[in-house]
Every structure is written in C-alpha cells, then in structure tokens.
C-alpha cells in the first residue's frame, strides 16, 4: 500500500484528495491530509460580500466534512519537511512518513512587513480595508454603504497574488455602485498596480484599459507600495510617487508558507513550492508534487486553475503507482470571471501562452449567476466531479 500525505485542506488539498480516493482503495492508497484550519472559506465570494451579492454565512464550511470517507484528516500544523527521508513534521502528530508528498499549502497573506502603515490602518479600521480576509470584506462593504463622496483606491502591492482580476473587479464594481446610487460626481477612483499595466495579457489589458478610461477610473502602473500613511491618507511607493485617498482597499503582499521555508530544497527564498510548471512535480524531489496557490507555477492563482491541476496531478500519480504511462500534463489554463458592473461580465481564459476566450464584456445575470458558482464550488468542484 502507497502512503500519500497530503498538507493544506484548501481547495487544492481537497480536490486532488477526493479525486485520488475515487481513483484508488484505501487499501492501495492511504490518503493523510495535515490541516491546521477547521473551516473552509470560498474565497471568490468575497469580492461578491463586499456589494451585498452573497451572504457570508454561505461561504463557510466545516473542513472535516469537505472529504470523502476513507481520507485521514488529521487537524494540526505541519512544521518542517524532510524530504530526504520522505517525513514530515508536525506540531502535535509527531512525523509522519509517506511515499508520496503533495503540498497543497496555498498563499498566506503578509500584513507586518511592507508596505509601513499597513497593519496599523488595518487594525484601526477607518480608511484602510481588504477583502482578501472575509472579515474585511464585511467590514469594507459596511463602509462603502456610508460614503457620500471621497477618493476610493484600489491597491495591489505585489506580484503573485490569488486571483490577479480581483483587485479590477472591485474598483469597477466600487464605480458602478456609485453610478447606481446616483452620486458617481462626487467621487474619484484609482487603481494602483505594480504590474506595467492594468492586466498582464492581451487581448484583456487593451479591453480592461477601453473600460477604465470610459469609465473615468485612474490606472497608476508600475506602483509598489512602501507605506501607507492613513493618518494623511496617503499611498507612498518606493519610486517616491504617491496617491491620495479617503478610502484605500489593499490586497496585501503574498507568500508561501512558513513550512516551505523551513524545508531544505523545497522551495523558493519566498516559500513557493518549486515544481515543473506541467508534470507538478518537484525540482529536486521526485516523490513530492504541489499544487494550486502554494507553487511558482506561471499562472494566475484561482480555484478554476486547480481544478485543472488536481486532474492531471491524479493522473501522474496513478501513472507513478501502477507504473501505466500517461501524457497528462497541466498546461496552465484557468478561467476568471471579471464583474465589470451591475449584470455585466468579461471572462478571461488563458493557458501559459495562449489567450482561449476573446475579450468580450457581456450581459449576465448575477443574481443567477452567485447561486450557480457556489454550488459548483461546494459539490462538483470539491468532489472532482467537474
């Protein structure tokens, strides 16, 4: 029997999971998942929390009940990996053994380092927001219902970040709001990226580029934040620019987990799993694989991109154990819906070298839409059934 030991219960922990005990017994494969969390968000909704388009109390989950019977959910911390000798450590489990080791650990979000200020706006909860926590987006959609007039930014502070669009989606949806509310003159909106551009790949930049200027929102590129002075109201970057606000949303610095530090050979100096872009598998170790927002793989961090990979990540797998060829291969496709405004939609879909949809923005009904995702989420998605 293969030994499979799997770290991280988020998306990617759980679907590469599920689908790997549907494709093998438990007596061919013991399934471990390390887990230190005990619910499980759906993380695209917050964006939709943010303009009262879902309920929180829909994006929530206990994580024991996430996986299929016959997985081992051990609910702890794991510390440091061993990969030499094929053992992982943990807070309160001792080490585990395995012979194969998937890392599933996603992105943490940093508030302490840069930029300066953050942290402090942040706690004190007045002008500066994010809604990469579900907290935050509670607490920024509550103050978006009382501004009358003011400067609202949108912020990225640097590369890689889960879901690059979401930023976008919500200085559009923040303009929109206004405009339905009858006081679009009395604001100003600025989106701030240390991207070169508004997005990285054509044909979405030039449409995105079409839609914030005919919509009056201000793109600052090339903006790295380096300290966020809520006191003035001022965004400061490393080149000396600065941008003024009454009202700053900020998607925080990235990075891997503390774990991927701690392990010699697993990862990058930012704690992101170094693995093969297409097989998944590690750069040094060939029993180790990652999966979704904990690797350095060139794509856009979304649930829609590991979906993708927990198929093909199963199938290398499956490949390794029952010693069957396969030409399974990721090839970086993810699909991100960009809510424009109020029933309109534009859907980028791109793999590592090609865009595969047009940049097209659309009507759709979103009210539709918000109950089709979830579900899809919740019970095709997480099951591998999609």
Request: net charge neutral; with cysteine; hydrophobic share 40%.
């Given at each position: 029997?293969?030994?499979i ?12 999971s599920?689908r ?34 879902d ?8 994580v ?12 702890d ?7 030499a000798?094929n ?6 489990s ?16 940093i ?13 004190k ?37 889960k879901c690059?669009?979401?930023p ?34 054509e ?20 903006f ?6 809520y ?45 093969d ?11 180790v ?56 939609v534009m ?12 940049a ?15 579900p ?11």
């Open positions: 029997m293969k030994r030991v799997v770290i991280g219960g988020g998306s990617g922990g759980v679907m590469f599920n790997m005990r549907n494709a093998f017994t438990p007596d061919e494969v013991e399934i471990t998942v390390i887990e230190r969390s005990e619910k499980h968000f759906y993380q695209p909704a917050f964006t939709l929390v943010v303009f009262d388009l309920d929180p109390v829909n994006l929530m989950r206990p024991k009940d996430l996986f299929f019977d016959g997985i081992n959910l051990i609910q911390e794991a510390t440091k990996i061993d990969a000798n053992k992982v450590s943990t807070v309160k001792g080490d585990l053994s395995y012979d194969y080791l998937v890392i599933a650990t996603g992105a943490k979000l508030f302490d380092e840069e930029p300066e200020g953050l942290k402090e706006g942040l706690d909860g007045s002008n500066v927001f994010t809604f990469y926590k579900l907290d935050g987006a509670i607490k920024l959609r509550d103050a978006l219902k009382n501004l009358d007039g003011g400067t609202i930014v949108a912020s990225v502070c640097s590369m890689p970040i690059p669009a979401a976008m989606k919500f200085i559009m949806m923040a303009e929109d709001m206004m405009r339905q509310r009858g006081i679009r003159n009395k604001f100003k909106f600025v989106f701030t990226t240390p991207m070169p551009a508004v997005f990285s790949r044909p979405y930049a030039s449409k995105l580029n079409s839609i914030f200027a005919s919509r009056g929102i201000e793109t600052v590129a090339n790295n934040p380096s300290e966020v002075d006191e003035k109201g001022i965004l400061k970057d490393f080149g000396k620019k600065e941008v003024r606000f009454d009202t700053l949303t900020i998607t925080p610095p990235h990075g891997g987990e503390a774990v991927i530090e701690n392990s010699e050979g697993v990862g990058d100096a930012a704690g992101w799993v170094t693995c872009k297409n097989l998944m598998v590690s750069k040094k170790y060939s029993n694989y990652g999966i979704g927002d904990a690797t350095d793989f060139p794509t856009s961090k979304t649930a829609s991109g590991i979906r993708k990979q927990a198929k093909v990540l199963v199938a290398r797998l499956a490949a390794d154990i029952t010693g069957i060829p396969t030409k399974a291969a990721y090839d970086g496709e993810i699909i991100c819906p960009m809510l424009t405004r109020n029933k309109r859907f980028a879909q791109f793999n590592y070298t090609d865009p595969i949809s047009p097209i923005e659309s009507y759709a009904n979103w009210v539709l839409k918000v109950h089709m995702l979830r899809l989420y919740w019970n095709l998605m997480l099951n591998g059934l999609v």
